[in-house]
């Protein structure tokens, strides 16, 4: 675990990511294969992340590490991030950037969809097994 500084931005970082893109504690969590406890902890500040985590966080929302712990994180800095000039770098046509927002979009909806069917497997195997005990 690296130590990080009192002064640093990383917990309100981490928490304005997340709402900003609409994610739960519990869908963050997931995509970062890390608990949801864990998260909780680190938003605020009762934890702090190791450097891999730190890592795929910031791969995550496509931001520095050094911004993600150093610097405040505000809606200014973020609509920056997904200006069309950030775009234009990648050389993204204007099909492929419609076709990421729209991905960005719908992110929440296939997270749920896919947390519906893990929770219909669970409910067809308990209801096996109250078939076996009957």
């Known amino acids: 675990m ?5 002064l640093s931005f990383f917990p309100n ?12 504690q519990s869908e963050l969590s997931k995509l970062l294969g890390i ?3 864990s998260l ?11 450097l891999n985590v730190l890592i795929k ?3 995550f929302f496509n931001v520095s590490l050094d911004y993600l712990i150093f610097k405040k ?11 069309y000039d950030s775009l234009k770098k990648q050389n993204l046509d204007t099909l492929e950037k419609l076709d990421l927002l729209d991905i960005l979009k719908n992110k929440k909806y296939y997270i ?11 409910l067809n195997s308990i209801i096996n097994s109250i078939k076996k005990i009957w």
Do not use: M, V, W
């Open 73 to 83: 994180i505000d809606s200014k800095f973020l609509a920056n991030l997904i200006s």
């Open 40 to 50: 909780s902890f680190y938003e605020s500040g009762e934890s702090e992340p190791t």
């Open 13 to 24: 970082n981490l928490k304005t990511l997340r709402k900003l893109n609409l994610l739960s």
């Open 35 to 37: 608990s949801r406890s």
């Open 112 to 122: 749920s969809k896919e947390q519906e069917i893990h929770k219909t497997i669970d």
């Open 2 to 6: 690296i130590k990080i500084d009192n």
């Open 57 to 59: 966080i910031s791969k």
